[in-house]
Each structure stands twice: as structure tokens, then as C-alpha cells.
């Protein structure tokens, strides 16, 4: 009866191993990833950088003492803690009607339309105007002695003046104006993006133009929104000119960012205006995380996009 020898280890492949470029490769890491290299120091120098700085700087109090103080004489303080309300009244619902606004718009622009072009131009020419010129106009037209004002004291219809500038309203109809372009074309671009095929096919099922829109056409864009009125609300979070041009700064306008600026420009306490920074991130960190959370909950499958 014959022993079986144990069974001898392949010989292994002659030739030289493969190199360590080759080895990256194989794993998804080659030259093209030197294109990230700018992006990468962009980012660090201009956002990383800064950031650290200020989350730093925060937490040294001009006075010295407690890391905290700053932090702790903001919210104790109720005519700066109450800017927090006063920044979200504006900014939400102003992100808010800029997405609402641009669905019905950029649903209808969607395919092939005539004067597409021309309307698309028209929506988007308020982003060449800036936050300044946007003001003055805003001022010439709903100003106290504006068109708007003289239109209505010449048809009888007041005596006085409607006020809509130097107020809330100023302020959020300059948000309006600014923002609603870019609201406009991230939602525009979505809705180009959801296959027309999907929409056609509910439609040979039977499906009205508004159940075609309400369950096939809303989930797609779902995401999308949500990345808009994320932008939107980022943009309008931040207001500061506008505040200032076209609100009422001292009252009904005081929002964060004028808060930060008198901190660090009129009381040159640099500390507590990167505090009160830090708190703008955070708010704007947690609205956007809600928003997000959300999004997923409403809708979690593809865009249906053609790309």
C-alpha cells in the first residue's frame, strides 16, 4: 500500500512583481487624483484653515477667565440671543418661497418651449444686479415716496404710505429677488435630468397631469429640493447688506451677521464676533441636517435621471 507524498506548493509565477503604481492602481489611485491637489489646498487655506481659527479664537475671551464666556454672554443676553429668531423669520420662509415659486415655473420650462430662452433670461437677470443695486431699487420703488407708494395716492387708495422698506419686508423681498434666480436653475436643471419617459408612461396608465406630478415627478425632484432650499436658506441665513440697505438694523433686522460685524468692527472684540460665527454654523449645520433627514424619510430610491 502505497503513502500519497504531500502535495507540493504551486510554483510561483516567474517575473517581477508588479510595481507600486501599478499596485494603486488596482485599487482606484492613479495620476488623475493629482487634479484633486488644487481643490484639496483651496479648501484647506481658504474654508479648513479658517474655520479651526475661529472655533480657536472663540474660545479666548477678550477678558479672559472661562473658555465658555462668550458662548454663555451671548445666550444670557437677550437682546443678541433674540437675533437668532430674528435671522430665521427671515431666511426660512424666504427659502421657502424661492423653491416653492421655481417648481411650477421650471416644470413648465422643462422640455421643448418656445420663448424658453427668453423667459429663462428674464428670471435670471436679478443675479447680475447685486445686493446693493437690488436695495436702491427696492428703495426707488416701494420707498415711501417710491412708484409703488405715489401709484396707490394717485388711484385714492391711501393717504399716506405703505411701508415696505426700512422693515422685515425690505429685507425679505431683497431675498426674494436675489435668490429666487438660483433657486430657479438648481431646480430647472433637476427636473431636466428626470427621464420624460416615467412621466409619459403614468400618463398612458391614465394618471392625471397633477397625480403625474404628485407621484411620479415630486419624489424624483424630492432630493433635489432639498439641496435647494438648502443653498437658498444658506444664502439668505447669511444676509448682511440687505439688513442694513433696506431693514432696519437697530430693530426688526438685527440679524446674526450684523451682530458679528458691530462685535468685531465696532466693539473690536474679535473673539466674541467668531463666537457668534460659530453659531451661525451650527444653526445652519442643524437646519440642513433636519432638511436632509427629512428628504430621506420622504423619498430614498433614484432621481430617475438621464445622466
Known amino acids: 500500500m502505497s503513502v500519497d507524498s504531500p502535495a507540493r506548493p504551486a510554483p510561483s509565477p516567474s517575473g517581477p512583481k508588479p510595481g507600486w503604481r501599478h499596485r494603486l492602481a488596482e485599487h482606484g489611485v492613479d495620476r488623475t487624483l493629482l487634479l484633486l491637489v488644487p481643490a484639496g489646498i483651496f479648501i484647506v487655506l481658504l474654508f479648513v484653515y479658517p474655520f479651526c481659527y475661529g472655533l480657536g479664537l472663540s474660545f479666548q475671551p477678550q477678558s479672559g477667565g472661562n473658555p465658555f464666556s462668550n458662548y454663555r454672554t451671548f445666550f444670557s443676553d437677550a437682546y443678541q440671543r433674540d437675533s437668532i429668531w430674528i435671522t430665521l423669520k427671515l431666511s426660512l420662509p424666504a427659502a421657502v418661497l424661492n423653491v416653492v415659486a421655481s417648481v411650477p415655473i ?5 422640455g421643448r418651449h418656445r420663448g424658453k430662452r427668453t423667459i429663462t433670461t428674464v428670471l435670471v437677470v436679478p443675479i447680475t444686479l447685486g ?13 415711501p415716496n417710491g412708484w409703488f407708494n405715489r401709484i396707490l395716492r394717485d388711484l385714492h387708495l391711501i393717504d399716506g404710505s405703505v411701508r415696505l422698506t426700512n422693515n422685515y419686508w425690505g429685507v425679505f423681498f431683497s431675498l ?13 436643471s433637476y427636473l431636466s435630468g428626470i427621464d420624460p419617459s416615467l412621466e409619459k408612461a403614468a400618463a398612458t396608465l391614465g394618471a392625471s397631469p397633477w397625480q403625474r406630478f404628485r407621484w411620479v415627478m415630486l419624489p424624483l425632484l424630492a432630493p433635489g429640493l432639498a439641496t435647494t432650499f438648502c443653498l437658498t436658506f444658506v444664502l439668505a ?3 448682511f447688506p440687505s439688513a442694513v440697505l433696506v431693514g432696519n438694523p437697530a430693530g426688526s433686522t438685527r440679524v446674526l451677521s450684523l451682530v458679528a460685524y458691530q462685535a468685531a468692527y465696532e466693539k473690536y472684540d474679535y473673539s466674541m ?6 453659531i451661525m454654523g451650527v444653526i445652519e449645520l442643524l437646519v440642513v441636517a433636519v432638511v436632509l433627514v427629512g428628504r430621506s424619510r420622504f423619498y430614498a430610491g433614484s432621481t430617475g435621471g438621464k445622466g
Open 106 to 110: 421650471a416644470y413648465h420650462l422643462r
Open 131 to 143: 445686493t446693493v443695486l437690488t436695495a436702491e431699487g427696492l428703495l426707488n420703488f416701494l420707498g
Open 176 to 188: 426674494i429677488i436675489t435668490g429666487f434666480p438660483f433657486a430657479f436653475l438648481l431646480v430647472l
Open 237 to 239: 441665513f447669511s444676509v
Open 273 to 278: 464676533a467668531s463666537a457668534i460665527a460659530m
